[in-house]
């Protein structure tokens, strides 16, 4: 697979704070790399560095083979950039806003107000096409900026917390316009916040922490390499929660948590061998279970694993959430 972003060391400092501190990041063609990582982790700033934005003061990267220090005109023919607030003019109506990026990136008028009524319509825009941007909804204003980025046909789409501040609907709706954008042969690089948004589009996930990369691959890759799977029962008759958990801890030889007004039983088990083992005493001892399931760790469990702690409200040697 072409690697369509590639970075090797990459280290950036202000005044005494190091933003990065030998980052290395690798996307394929038509993936979607997920950087994870608490607010200033630096995030941001190797978003900032890979787009031509800042010069990294160690290291190089390279979009599509160019380098983005001494090739950055190329670089930039080559990428669009969406970050954390749509930039769209909002008195400008949708197809206005798209017609005047086609005029910016140099096509004819013709061709703008054709790429601009077929990226409307992709992103499910057209019927609102007429109407100024200030009118749409949060999840129609940050569609618009996406479809705004992808006037150009960039072959790698920075997106810098795409879904910030958007309800569940609008988040999805995001979502699902960002595979259709790698479906279409796109890399996306993603930073965000919102693990479950990883673990939705992610094919790979670098996890950041104080201007490191502290850990990389797939999701189930992260999931595996931090923790073992854990075992999950409830009972039907929330009664016999206690009748429960003794036999969970029997079969695992662990010490289960039990949450006792729900039912649910829950106990670390590596082995899968463990699941008939406890149907097979549940049987024996007459006991429904309502829930039976193994599950790997969450991305949740991983972060925190992984760094620590939470997503913490700190700042990059910029002064900005990175």
């Excluded at 204003?141 to 997106?159: H, I, M």
């Excluded at 061998?273 to 001892?285: I, K, N, T």
């Excluded at 309502?290 to 760790?297: I, K, N, S």
Aim: glycine share 10%; aromatic share 4%; with cysteine.
């Amino acid at each position: 697979m072409t690697d369509m972003i590639e970075a090797e060391g990459l280290g950036k400092r202000f005044g005494q704070t190091e933003a990065l501190r030998g980052v290395d990041l690798r996307a394929g063609r038509g993936t979607v790399l997920a950087l994870l990582g608490p607010n200033g982790a630096g995030k941001t700033t190797a978003v900032r560095v890979l787009a031509t934005l800042l010069k990294p003061d160690a290291g190089q990267a390279r979009i599509c083979g160019y380098d983005v220090v001494t090739e950055s005109v190329q670089v930039r023919q080559l990428i669009a950039l969406t970050g954390q607030f749509a930039s769209v003019d909002e008195e400008l109506t949708g197809t206005e806003n798209m017609v005047m990026i086609g005029r910016l990136l140099g096509l004819r008028r013709a061709e703008a107000r054709r790429r601009a009524a077929d990226l409307l319509d992709r992103f499910e825009l057209a019927g609102a096409a007429g109407r100024p941007a200030k009118t749409y909804s949060g999840g129609m204003r940050r569609r618009l900026d996406l479809a705004a980025s992808l006037v150009g046909e960039p072959q790698v789409l920075f997106l810098d917390e795409p879904t910030t501040g958007l309800d569940p609907r609008a988040r999805s709706q995001v979502w699902d316009t960002i595979r259709g954008i790698v479906a279409g042969g796109a890399t996306v690089l993603l930073t965000t916040q919102y693990l479950e948004e990883a673990d939705e589009l992610a094919d790979q996930i670098a996890v950041i922490d104080h201007g490191q990369l502290v850990a990389e691959g797939t999701p189930a890759e992260l999931k595996s390499r931090t923790g073992g799977q854990t075992l999950m029962v409830r009972a039907a008759d929330q009664e016999r929660t206690g009748e429960l958990a003794t036999i969970v801890a029997q079969v695992t030889g662990a010490t289960p948590e039990v949450v006792s007004d729900i039912g649910l039983v829950t106990a670390p088990a590596s082995d899968p061998a463990l699941l008939p083992a406890v149907v097979r005493r549940l049987d024996e001892a007459g006991l429904l279970a309502a829930e039976l399931a193994f599950r790997l760790p969450s991305l949740d469990e991983v972060f925190f694993t992984l760094t620590g702690h939470l997503a913490e409200d700190t700042t990059d040697g910029e002064g900005r959430a990175a």
